[in-house]
Structures are given as structure tokens and as C-alpha cells.
């Protein structure tokens, strides 16, 4: 009997400040022929997202957040990473003006939509080989063109944080583009959690994080009458989980 | 994809080569329960074996492992040992820790007699989870009996939670070794065992008897 694990969607907040990060561990490997204590590294590993809110005031039309101060008993949530320099800019960042805005949908009249903004898009691009779970690459995907058919140039680099449909977020640990630009190899950190399919898999430029709150005790924080309800919590750190 | 141990002999390199010598080499147990087999390896996340077997990491993410396995000696200096491996059942969400400990209780019976083996697993740089080395054969140990226990621990957030553990003992191959063997010398007892090796009549014990209470004199 298998269990299913329901996955809530992280309420859409502001944020302050936000990191992913795989750092992994090590264990105590023994002395080098130098004399020195060197760590042997853990193979595997696990992802972290930690975020921290910034002051919410919008508590009285919708208490989100005392609903997610209340879900740190190993809920699981699918987080979209807000527009960090970790997230490839290929739309522009509500953080700083930093972004390809070429490559935003415009009206055919070339003009901004009724909102202001060029269309947004979840930029999504083609897996081509099938990796096996549990390998960290390579990965070969097809770079991406524009709407008006200007190619995406060399925009995702090692740093950047993506995912794959329906998984959880990797960190780019290496990329080899071909000459060209069109296409690329990359290598993950953590290794692949699922298997992908050449068929249908597709890696997306702007990732989710699928994981549990684990700092319930920190990330606690009480409304106050001072504040007018206004509500600064924690900071919140989230653990991967394979769902 | 070559041979563990021809890998390891090429990180230990040359005696005269000062380079550092850097191992990632992990342990993997395979129990074989009667029904169920379960594989587990000591590290974080799901292990694929060149064999296709999947091997399930038992350290979470905060870097605890929850299977104590002990060290292991060398069966040959004559204590025959007895190994205890201690599980201390997770908690996660949708499930009950209590529930799959009755559940193991029930199914005690899947423990005696069976076999764990432990293997040791090679990673090279860049290969992730999936190793190309073939895991190598390292030690062989017999379950013999699971103890069960539980207790209350205070939690991560100060709260009191009620730990379940399994413990299964198991010895290696030299068990039993110092037991005097049982048997005795007699004409039908060897006639009997001569039948069973296919040699139709074996008269060499029919004097046995008269030798009773007999005493020789050596001049």
C-alpha cells in the first residue's frame, strides 16, 4: 500500500531574503600522508531552502501566515524560488532591474500588457537524453529561443538553481554548452532523485523547491498589538523530501 | 567499470607516490529477511547498484543515522562475537511509528536463521549515487533473534515523543565452534553411518564392545 504525501503550495509572501543550498557533509576520513584530517564526503546529500519573510501586513485580510507557522509538523510544500541572482534572469527580477526583458511576450503591437509588464512565462527547456536516478549528469537540454526567435545565448550558468517537471530543485555544479549555444550538458548537485525520460522531461529555468519546514521553534513569532497585527516571523528553513 | 578491489589498489597507488590517498567507501547491509529482503546503506538518499538493486540510505537529513550498526571483528579470534543492529524507527507525516512497530513484531518470525551480508560500496568523484564499481562482498553474519523497545525522548522542540526501536542480534560463521561434538563409537552407530556413504558393511567397530572395561598392560 502505498502512501500518498500531500503537497501544499507555499503561500505566495513576500520574502526578505532567500538561499538554496547543498552543501552536504563529511564524515571524519582519516589523516592525508601529510598528517592532515581529511573528510571523506557523503555521496548522496540533501538540498536546503532557507527564506526569511519580510514584515507581513496583508494578516488581517489573510493569515497565511499563522496557517504556515502551524505547519511545521513535516508538511510537505512545493516553494517557487523568487527571482534571486540563483534563479537564471531570464525574466526581470522584482528585486532589481536585472533581467532579459526581450524576452517577455509583448502585445503584437510590441506595447506592455494592461498591467504594465511583458508577458511572463515559465521558460521551460527540453531534456534530449535519459539520465538514471541517483547519476548527477550529464544532462543534455536544448537551449531556448525567444518568442521572436533570438536565441537564449549562454544564460544559465553554474550557480543557478533549476528543477525538472514535477521533481525538486538542483543546483547547476557544471555546464558545457556546444559551440554553437544552442545546446548544453549539465551536472547536478544533489544527484538526480528521479529518473528522466528523453521523451518527456523538461528542465525548468525558473525551479521549485519541494521540502518541510524543519526550524518550527525559530521560526515562531507572535502577533503583536504594537505592530497593528503586522507580523515579522523567522527565518524559515526548509529540507528537501522526495515525494 | 573495473573490479573494487583494482580501483582501490589504484588510489593506494605506488609505495613511493606521496599523493594523498582519498577513499569514499561506504558500507551496505542486505538483510535477508524471510519474504522481505531490505537493503540499507550507510548515507543519505537512495543507492543504485550496478546489479540494478535499489539500497535505501539510512542517515537523514540532519546527518543522524538511524541504524546502529556495531564494528566488526575478525570471527577468528574465538570469541564469536555477538553483533547487535539497532534501528530506531523514523517518524515522517500519514504514518504511524507504533503501527509499523506492531507490524515488525508481528512478523518476528522472518528473523531467525536468515542471513545479513555486508558489502562495501566504491564512489568515484562526479558519479553521485549511482556507482560503477560493483559493490564487493565483505562480511557475512546470521540473524539469530529481534528485541524490540521503546522509549520517551525529549524532541527537537522540547516535547516529550515515544522512540521505537528494533534490535536484531546475529553472529558470524564461527558460532557454535567451541561446542563439544556430540557421538559415540559404537558397531551399529558405524555401520549405520558407513550405510549412509554408500559403503554396504563396515565391520571395523565389531570389536568395540569387548574392549569394555578392559585395562592393557604396554610392556
Known sequence: ????????????????????????????????????????????????????????????????????M???????????????????????????????????????????????????????????????????????VLNGTTSEGAPFGQVLKIGHVISFDGDTAYMVDKIQYNDAGTEFDIWVNPPLRRSLS?????????????????????????????????????????????? | MADFWTEIDDIFSTPDDNTDIRAMVRRAWFFDFQGYPVRLWQGQGKLYGT?????????????????????????????????????????????????????????????????????????????????????VYYKQLTMIAPKFSEKIVLGSSNQMIKQYSVTISAKDGNIGRSNVPGGTYADSVQKERARQKGVALDRGCEFLARLANRTYQLP
Open chain 1, 198 to 243: 528523453a521523451d518527456s522531461a523538461f528542465l525548468l529555468l525558473q525551479p521549485f523547491f519541494v521540502g518541510n519546514i524543519t526550524n518550527g521553534e525559530e521560526f515562531r513569532a507572535a502577533y503583536e498589538a504594537s505592530n497593528a497585527g503586522y507580523i515579522q516571523p523567522g527565518r524559515i528553513l526548509l529540507s528537501e523530501v522526495i515525494v
Open chain 1, 70 to 140: 502551524s505547519k511545521t509538523n513535516g508538511d510537505v510544500f512545493r516553494v517557487r524560488l523568487t527571482n534571486t541572482p540563483q534563479v537564471c534572469p531570464i525574466v526581470k527580477s522584482p528585486w532589481h532591474n536585472k533581467g532579459f526583458a526581450g524576452f517577455n511576450l509583448p502585445w503584437d503591437n510590441d506595447q506592455n500588457w494592461d498591467n504594465n509588464e511583458p508577458w511572463d512565462d515559465d521558460y521551460v527547456l527540453d531534456v534530449t537524453n535519459s539520465p538514471l536516478a541517483g547519476t548527477t549528469g550529464p544532462i543534455h
Open chain 2, 51 to 135: 546489479d540494478g538493486s535499489e539500497w535505501l540510505g539510512t542517515v537523514d537529513a540532519q546527518g543522524r543515522d538511524v541504524h546502529t550498526v556495531p564494528r566488526l571483528n575478525d570471527g577468528r579470534d574465538g570469541s564469536s562475537a555477538t553483533y547487535s543492529f539497532t534501528l530506531s524507527i523514523p517518524t515522517y507525516p500519514g504514518t504511524s511509528p507504533l503501527e509499523l512497530y506492531n507490524a515488525m513484531k508481528a512478523e518476528q518470525y522472518r528473523v531467525a536463521g536468515r542471513d545479513i551480508i555486508a558489502y562495501l560500496a566504491l564512489f568515484k568523484v562526479g558519479e553521485g549515487l549511482r556507482p560503477s564499481t560493483p559493490m
Open chain 1, 1 to 68: 500500500m502505498a502512501i500518498t504525501i500531500e503537497v501544499l503550495d507555499f503561500p505566495n509572501l513576500p520574502i526578505r531574503s532567500q538561499l538554496y543550498y547543498a552543501g552536504g557533509s563529511t564524515y571524519d576520513g582519516g589523516f592525508s600522508t601529510g598528517g592532515v584530517r581529511i573528510g571523506s564526503p557523503e555521496p548522496g546529500g540533501r538540498s536546503f531552502l532557507e527564506i526569511q519573510l519580510s514584515l507581513q501586513v496583508n494578516e488581517w485580510n489573510d493569515p497565511l501566515v499563522s496557517w504556515l
